[in-house]
């Protein structure tokens, strides 16, 4: 197919609208399935640990296959890459809406993850292709908002599917989207030149991807199995250490390492890569925990809390327009500051919380938490990625990437580990002062919903201590990634002072 012209405003335009509408079909799968998380696990018979795994599973595979992108670009050309990736994202989410048992969503959310991960780089790669120097930056704001309406549409849409439908159209709504964008882009996109001649390190990336995949086994079956009493979880440990291992000596010893530890000299981009570690950990933990505890502790309909948790993200999107402006103005490291001190504040505020809490407090801390995190984005890939040459962002911002992500995966996993083990514990010790002699018993409010002597007595008064044990598990994980927020404030003093003039766009998915 011969190269097609994109000055003309027609195909640009029609390239952009495809490339915005990939980014926004990735940027949902994000958050679009988390509040229909209860849903599946009722569906296949999950437990609340278990059911995580759709989240983790998705997360790493993207984690693991961003850095590569830009070998198999080079290596097979943009256009193509590009239509595989649409393609093999477009069939594994309706693989996932088909699946009918957990180990099948498992499977096809990690083969959605990995085709998925080459979607955002090559959107920004494309749309800096087809556009001039003074279009790129109107551009990339687009392709920006686009980012960003992933997360706020995604709870309200997930919702509002599971709701009228089933949870199963929260991936089928990319069906139709995926296919708008393979056409417009065989349509419209013109071909590249591919370098059969382009290598990668095969055995950097993987020892790196297994060993980030046995970690994260580990972590997702850990509490299930009890950690190191099983054999499971012992074998999956040795793994992951040999492979970082041998990972560790061949970054330091090959020529062409995958990771390149010149990299870690700039303090900058070290500090970051730590700090966006715990962004990811502390956000994306907060993004699963919440709606379980909106539907199953306060009896939300599903709609609803995709209502209340969308506004989260309005406060992201509203913040990052005007941070964008301020860079350069203003010291990066104030605005990451004021960004740490509000999300630690969100959090403070949530350890409060009980099932009584009303919406409009909800609302409001998920808002202060998104502006939080608006303050926090763009400055944080700008200060990472300001001091590297320009040679080495790409790479910088694909390593960013995959820290982000790992930090993501490993958030969810640690804080709903905590929450099925502080469950049983609070279970355990609030039980300890129920018992038939207790007096508070010999109030007639209290036996004709608790009644110990009865069976349906001791049921009642079984899931109301399950429910209190619950509430402080959750309220202990609030203080674990509050108490993570504030541990990150220190590397603001590593960070040196930047101009702004990274390209900040690279990192900001």
């Keep these: 197919m011969p190269a097609r012209k994109t000055e003309g405003g027609g195909n640009r335009s029609a390239i952009t609208v495809c490339v915005i509408l ?5 940027a949902l799968d994000t958050t679009i399935a988390n509040v229909a998380l209860p849903y599946m696990q009722g569906s296949v018979s999950a437990t609340q640990d278990q059911i995580d795994w759709v989240l983790t599973s998705y997360i790493v595979a993207a984690a693991i296959m961003t850095p590569p992108t830009g070998f198999l670009a080079g290596r097979f050309g943009l256009k193509r890459l590009f239509l595989v990736a ?21 499977l096809f959310r990690i083969l959605q993850g990995a085709f998925g991960a080459a979607l955002v780089p090559l959107s920004q790669s494309v749309l800096l292709n087809i556009n001039p120097p003074e279009r790129q930056g109107s551009a990339m704001a687009m392709w920006g908002v686009a980012v960003m309406a992933g997360p706020i549409l995604g709870p309200v849409l997930g919702g509002w599917l599971t709701e009228n439908y089933t949870w199963r159209y929260v991936f089928y709504i990319n069906v139709p989207i995926g296919i708008i964008c393979f056409l417009g882009m065989k349509t419209f996109l013109p071909d590249t030149a591919s370098n059969a001649s382009e290598k990668l390190d095969w055995f950097g990336f993987g020892t790196l991807s297994l060993g980030v995949g046995a970690a994260q086994i580990m972590l997702d079956r850990g509490e299930e199995l009890d950690w190191f009493g099983s054999g499971e979880i012992i074998i999956e440990a040795i793994i992951a250490a040999s492979a970082f291992y041998l990972f560790l000596i061949h970054t330091f010893t090959a020529k062409k390492p995958f990771v390149r530890p010149a990299l870690f000299r700039d303090r900058n981009f070290t500090a970051g890569t730590l700090f966006v570690f715990v962004v990811g950990l502390t956000y994306y933990a907060s993004l699963a925990l919440q709606p379980p505890y909106l539907q199953d502790l306060m009896n939300y309909p599903i709609v609803t809390a995709g209502l209340v948790l969308g506004p989260r993200g309005i406060g992201t999107m509203g913040v990052m327009l005007i941070v964008g402006r301020l860079i350069g103005r203003v010291d990066t490291r104030l605005l990451l500051g004021l960004g ?30 998104g502006i939080g995190l608006g303050f926090l984005f763009v400055p944080l ?5 300001a001091t590297l040459s320009p040679e080495q962002r790409t790479e910088g911002a694909g390593l960013y990437s995959l820290s982000r992500n790992i930090g993501s995966s490993v958030g969810i996993s640690v804080v709903n580990a905590l929450l099925t083990r502080n469950t049983q514990i609070n279970h355990a010790e609030i039980a300890q002062h129920v018992t038939a002699v207790n007096r508070a018993f010999e109030s007639p409010a209290v036996t004709q919903f608790w009644n110990p002597l009865t069976a349906a007595g001791r049921a009642a008064l079984d899931a109301m201590i399950t429910q209190q044990a619950q509430i402080i598990a959750y309220i202990d994980d609030y203080k674990l990634l509050m108490i993570a927020t504030l541990a990150v404030f220190p590397l603001l003093i590593v960070f040196k002072k930047t101009s702004g003039g990274a390209d900040h766009t690279l990192a900001m998915e």
């Excluded at 693989?95 to 009918?100: D, E, F, S, T, Y």
């Excluded at 001190?341 to 099932?355: E, N, Q, V």
């Excluded at 890939?381 to 990625?385: D, Q, W």
């Design 22 to 26: 990939a980014t926004l079909m990735q």
């Design 86 to 106: 649409v393609t093999g994202f477009t069939v594994a989410s309706m693989l996932c809406g088909m699946a009918q048992s957990l180990p099948q969503i498992v």
């Design 340 to 369: 740490l001190g509000l999300t630690a504040s969100a959090f403070y505020a949530m350890t409060g919380w009980t099932p009584d809490v009303s919406q409009s407090t909800i609302i409001s801390v998920g808002v202060i938490q």
């Design 381 to 385: 890939s700008t200060a990472t990625l």
